[in-house]
């Protein structure tokens, strides 16, 4: 009670504080909205849907608000004083809204364009009724249509259907937008004729648009508000509009620029397609299976646009570009007219080397550079191939550690790996794909990690798998061979004291090899700015030593929890990740997202590897609890040293976050989040108390509320995220919940407030 009371009081403050009415000048009145009235004898669903149209076309809009605030108008008010003083002056620019009068509001005006919008929908002979709504200094206004039922379909009809593109086009009508009964409406007009000419030109009518065709309609056959609608083509439309066309030749220049010169070039065909190049830029026999049309086929557009886009996906071109040329007026043998295909690819720079310099900061309080050194080489075998090094040098330092030993830590690394723009598979399968081209990627890497009074480390990798892109919004990732070899080759006496108390812990140091394949589905809406709730959905399948297990026991083997004298981890884990983002306004959105994860030990494996291990809390997760700081279950250590690094890890995870965000200019935006999650164990750990996952697992989240600054500068974002705890796990059941908010109080927001910085948005 004590803590809504003084939330409710510092709202209530705010709202005083930053109240608006003294600032409006005496002849004006602050202009609140519209409200809008509806009169018409419609269903409920296409009176709310025509009700929502129609209010986006009233302005202006009234100055926004902020949880019931007009802070920025505020914020201009107080800065356009006679002598404002910087905070003021900083708050105008930076989030300062001109204010909007009612004065402003040209009721007549947009009463007219309410008026034409319902005659564009069939809604004719309509009328506005205005009603003023005035309240002290502020005033909206509520406009009022009167209207009676819409003009509908009778019939449609093709005129002039002896000509054969009228036949084309009649041929299309089982996929028409207008059947008997539909209300007129100007945009089904519009998309209709959209329609036709995307269908024509799906077969082959390169020329055709959408403006060469009109609709007629007559009312003067109905008493009732009914119509008959005609389709015809305009007058004196070309004689070249209404024939299709096939493509005769074929030319491809992967070499292209504005001044290329092609005297010293070769020419190649491979299956009717010329490529024409200096050089052997780019090998052709690998390059045309990218090409989906062929010579003496229909200009298709479709196969146009993917024929780009699996162009585009080899990753090596800055520009590709497919252009048509007409060649002459001279029908085929088929009545169709004759089309050159021109595809011009403009390469990227061949070599690039990347330097990048971190700043690492995490809520455990290491902080520390790294230098990141990226190689590329494009096209490095003439088909495309991309050829990557990296190498990284980490150091990081614990700045304020409190009860905990002070730690270093140094991480050393290296990763090559090379992508073919193709499948490499025995079996050809290229043009089973027509959206984009699977790619094959080979990688080999190494870390070195040390941590002083800990380990050392030494890790390999490798992985051989596929991935690609099904469309616009599906992507899969498969890896058929994983493998990691894990070496910890050197401890101190404090972490061997660690590793015995944990028997847990220890064996998943010492599960050395991880054999194994992984899979990975993304479906993602986001890429559509016009959708208002779009959803990503994420999966990950990985599963690790069965096939050793397998082949150990087929062959009789000596040590069936072993390979190569190294013992292997055997398990399968999945995630799940699903996130709905609710788009209010263009910038302010409503995203939750639910994370779970579940990793089952089988076998001589009785938890997950280290590296295959769930931790809960940190700037990407349960923001009020530092990173690695959250489980498994009620556990907490009992005093916080190292050891609780490793400790707080698990084999299960759920987590669920939602967060507000919102803009206060083009640069700084705002968020009020609420997380919860927490990890378990799979299997009873006598040195972890209370971690192994239960039925009562909804009792054991830990939850978080908090806000966060974030300067979005388009190409990236900083994020800081201030996160308090208001339900500890860790705790008895009772006392879990946060009863108290003291904020004066300097050791309860040293427990009890987390910042977190990190770059972009954390889902």
């Not at 052997?280 to 780009?308: C, H, M, N």
């Not at 981890?569 to 959105?589: C, F, P, S, V």
Request: glycine share 8%; charged share 25%.
């Amino acid at each position: 009670m004590r803590l809504l009371f003084s939330i409710a009081l510092i709202f209530t403050a705010l709202l005083s504080s930053c109240s608006v009415k003294r600032f409006i000048p005496e002849n004006e009145s602050l202009y609140t909205g519209a409200e809008l009235q509806l009169n018409a004898d419609l269903p409920k669903r296409e009176l709310k849907g025509l009700q929502s149209e129609l209010e986006e076309l009233i302005k202006p809009e009234p100055n926004g608000r902020i949880l019931g605030l007009r802070f920025k108008l505020w914020a201009h008010y107080k800065g356009s004083k006679e002598k404002p003083g910087f905070i003021n002056r900083f708050l105008k620019n930076q989030f300062g809204e001109e204010p909007v009068y009612f004065s402003q509001v040209n009721q007549d005006k947009t009463g007219s364009i309410l008026l034409n919008r319902l005659e564009n929908k069939g809604y004719f002979y309509g009328d506005v009724d205005t009603e003023r709504l005035d309240k002290k200094k502020f005033t909206g206004i509520n406009y009022i249509l009167n209207f009676g039922e819409a003009y509908r379909l009778s019939k449609m009809e093709l005129l002039e259907d002896s000509l054969s593109i009228m036949q084309v086009i009649g041929s299309t009508m089982d996929e028409t937008l207008l059947v008997e009964g539909e209300r007129f409406d100007l945009d089904i007009l519009k998309n209709e004729r959209i329609r036709i000419e995307r269908a024509l030109k799906d077969k082959g009518y390169y020329n055709f648009g959408a403006d060469l065709m009109i609709f007629e309609a007559d009312t003067n056959q109905y008493e009732d508000r009914r119509f008959d609608l005609y389709l015809r083509l305009k007058s004196n439309i070309p004689e070249k509009t209404i024939h299709p066309y096939s493509i005769r030749n074929i030319t491809v220049m992967p070499n292209y620029a504005l001044n290329t010169d092609m005297e010293n070039a070769d020419t190649v065909t491979v299956n009717g397609v010329d490529v024409i190049q200096e050089g052997i830029v780019f090998k052709p026999k690998l390059l045309v299976p990218y090409v989906l049309f062929r010579e003496g086929a229909k200009f298709d557009p479709q196969k146009s646009r993917l024929t780009a886009n699996r162009l585009s996906a080899i990753g090596n071109f800055r520009y590709v570009n497919i252009t048509y040329d007409e060649v002459d007026s001279v029908q085929n043998e088929d009545g169709t007219l004759p089309l050159n295909a021109n595809i011009l690819l403009s390469p990227l720079n061949k070599r690039s080397l990347r330097a990048e310099i971190q700043g690492v900061t995490k809520s455990n309080s290491f902080v520390g550079p790294a230098l990141i050194l990226t190689y590329r080489n494009l096209n490095i075998f003439h088909g495309g191939e991309i050829f990557t090094l990296s190498t990284k040098v980490g150091y990081e330092t614990q700045i304020a550690q409190g009860e905990r030993d002070r730690l270093t830590s140094i991480e050393l690394g290296a990763q090559a790996g090379i992508t073919f723009p193709r499948v490499i598979f025995p079996i050809p399968v290229m043009n089973r794909f027509q959206y984009a081209i699977p790619k094959t990627r080979f990688s080999v890497g190494y870390e070195y990690q040390y941590r002083s009074d800990l380990y050392k480390i030494n890790s390999y990798n490798t992985t051989y798998g596929y991935f690609w892109q099904v469309n616009r919004h599906v992507y899969h990732e498969f890896n058929p061979t994983t493998i990691s070899i894990f070496n910890l080759r050197e401890t101190t006496p404090a972490f061997e004291e660690i590793l015995n108390q944990n028997p847990f812990l220890r064996r998943s140091f010492e599960q050395q090899f991880i054999f194994g394949l992984n899979y990975t589905f993304n479906y993602n809406q986001l890429v559509d700015a016009e959708r208002k709730h779009p959803i990503f959905f994420g999966a990950t399948l990985d599963f690790a030593g069965n096939s050793l297990k397998f082949f150990n026991g087929l062959f009789d083997s000596e040590n069936p929890n072993q390979v190569f004298g190294l013992d292997y981890a055997q398990y399968g884990r999945m995630d799940m990740d699903l996130r709905y983002y609710w788009r209010i306004t263009k910038e302010t959105n409503l995203v939750s997202r639910i994370f779970a994860g579940a990793g089952i030990p089988f076998g001589n494996t009785l938890s997950l590897p280290y590296v295959k291990q769930y931790f809960s809390g940190g700037p990407s997760s349960v923001r009020a609890f530092r990173i690695r700081a959250l489980g498994p279950g009620t556990f907490i250590p009992e005093n916080v040293n190292t050891s609780g690094f490793f400790d707080q890890a698990g084999d299960i995870r759920l987590e669920g976050n939602m967060e507000l965000r919102f803009p206060f200019n083009k640069y700084l935006k705002g968020a009020i989040f609420a997380d919860a999650g927490n990890v378990w164990l799979y299997n009873d750990n006598e040195a972890l108390p209370g971690g192994k996952f239960t039925n009562q697992w909804a009792k054991e989240l830990g939850v978080g509320v908090g806000y966060g600054m974030r300067i979005d500068i388009q190409f990236f974002v900083l994020r800081f995220d201030l996160a308090i705890p208001i339900r500890k796990p860790w705790l008895p059941e009772d006392q879990r919940w946060l009863d108290s908010f003291q904020i004066g109080n300097g050791e309860w927001r040293r427990e009890n407030m987390v910042l977190n910085f990190a770059i972009g948005y954390p889902f």
